[in-house]
């Protein structure tokens, strides 16, 4: 069975024979839909042999812990020392330090230089085995495979894909305010293995991922014109997706990736449109004297969640895909911006300003059910995890430097910074890597 190859090289998944009973009456799991919960103390060994076992469980550990849902143990507390990551462990001796789950595991090089990772989940109440995998890879895609040994544990505990195998496009920022320099880079979801994707002094905005392939949209004021690019992660190739009278703004795909949706700027208004990437023939969905901006799809590709000011103020309005039944969903004091569908198709994030402060919040596709999840000087440009639990978005603090990125999940609570090399705004999350 084959698992997410990324450039050809890549990772091949097997499962491990399970060496206890049925994982079927084990008891560790976590109801994510209770709202608020309680971290699942888990207790993640230092995999066998040497230093890179042990950076690959710490990768895993931080993994599960920056989910806000595990709470690792600290292996100061360990009472057994795993020499066997085959044996059952003695599950009394992590019982007493109330690790609920415990992680074991081996890194071994094979004959032809690959890498050979393994690890398995063991409910310690239950006495038994919850799974088990094994991956081989080059030695350099070490950090990939500890994220999906994460994202395993996270799905097998949840019931939830996970999110740890995933990559986030942003817009790095370097230089004096006055003089900012903007580059387009990204970087695993962890803010490891960052690296840039251009490198010019012109202007990049609003990078957002295809859904299926490793391909980014982006606005580049190049030349100073306004375009909307295509570029190809994987070889670089870069092409202008269409050349359009006065301004473009926020581009991005359909669910299908067959079609970029954008808002053009003509006569001193903006409207949305769509361009097959095929026929590269456009379809204009509004036409208002007003600003219709930030268009997002439903995961279904039905509808199409926008940004106005046709009623006065920046709003959120609802449509069919073909621009028809064109409904207001906000109503709350403040204006509304950057709407963006969740994954799961159960939610649309924004950004509110109101009281001269930004807020990052979500609201069901109908707008009842709004919640802000966080609020400070700037917040803006939410970004969803490809399985729709956790957020990203860039903060400007009042006074500092520069923007910053932050993840924040569903519940409000767990919020974290991450660490970028420069300073860093627009994030859009990948869908898991393949």
């Known amino acids: 069975m084959l698992r997410r190859t990324f450039t050809r090289i890549l990772i091949a998944l097997a499962a491990i024979v399970p060496l206890a009973a049925s994982p079927a009456h084990a008891v560790v799991e976590i109801n994510i839909n209770k709202g608020n919960v309680e971290p699942l103390p888990i207790a993640v060994t230092d995999f066998l042999q040497g230093e890179l076992g042990q950076k690959i469980s710490e990768v895993i550990a931080a993994d599960l812990k920056r989910s806000g849902l595990f709470a690792p143990v600290n292996k100061s507390a360990f009472i057994e020392k795993v020499s066997n990551p085959d044996a059952a462990p003695r599950f009394e001796d992590w019982r007493v330090i109330n690790a609920q789950a415990l992680v ?5 090089q ?87 994707l251009t490198n010019s002094n012109d202007i990049v905005l609003t990078p957002r991922f295809s859904p299926n392939r490793q391909e980014i949209t982006y606005m580049s004021f190049e030349g100073n014109q306004p375009r909307v690019y295509l570029l190809q992660l994987e070889t670089g190739q870069r092409e202008v997706v269409g050349n359009f009278p006065g301004m473009t703004f926020s581009p991005r795909f359909s669910p299908d990736g067959q079609k970029v949706i954008m ?63 064109q409904t207001r969903i906000s109503f709350g004091d403040g204006a509304y911006s950057t709407p963006v569908w969740s994954p799961r198709g159960d939610l649309i994030a924004f950004t509110k300003q109101s009281g001269g402060k930004f807020s990052i919040g979500v609201m069901k596709p109908d707008g009842s059910g709004e919640r802000i999840l966080t609020t400070g000087f700037h917040n803006e440009g939410p970004t969803w995890a490809p399985n729709g639990r956790v957020l990203m978005f860039f903060r400007q603090a009042a006074g500092a430097g520069g923007p910053q990125l932050y993840s924040i999940d569903l519940t409000g609570y767990n919020e974290q910074m991450i660490p970028t090399k420069s300073f860093a705004s627009d994030p859009a999350w990948s869908p898991l890597l393949e």
Not at 275 to 294: G, P
Not at 296 to 309: A, I, K, L
Request: proline share 3%; hydrophobic share 30%; charged share 25%.
């Open 104 to 108: 074991t595991g081996r890194v071994t």
């Open 110 to 196: 094979e004959g032809d230089g690959r890498l050979r990772a393994e690890f398995r989940l063991w409910d310690t109440f239950a006495g038994q085995q919850m799974t088990g995998q094994q991956f081989f890879t080059q030695p350099e895609n070490w950090r990939r495979v500890a994220h999906i040994i994460a994202d395993a544990i996270y799905e097998r505990i949840t019931g939830e894909k996970g999110y740890f195998d995933t990559r986030v496009v942003y817009v790095a920022e370097s230089g004096p305010k006055t003089a900012r320099k903007r580059q387009l880079a990204i970087m695993d979801q962890d803010g490891f293995n960052a690296r840039a």
């Open 263 to 325: 808002s053009l700027q003509q006569d001193g208004n903006s409207n949305i449109y769509t361009m097959d990437l095929r026929s590269r023939t456009t379809t204009r969905l509004t036409n208002t004297a007003a600003i219709d901006t930030s268009p997002s799809y439903s995961p279904d590709g039905n509808r199409v969640v926008f940004e106005s000011d046709r009623g006065g103020r920046q709003q959120l309005y609802v449509m069919g895909a073909d621009g028809s039944g």
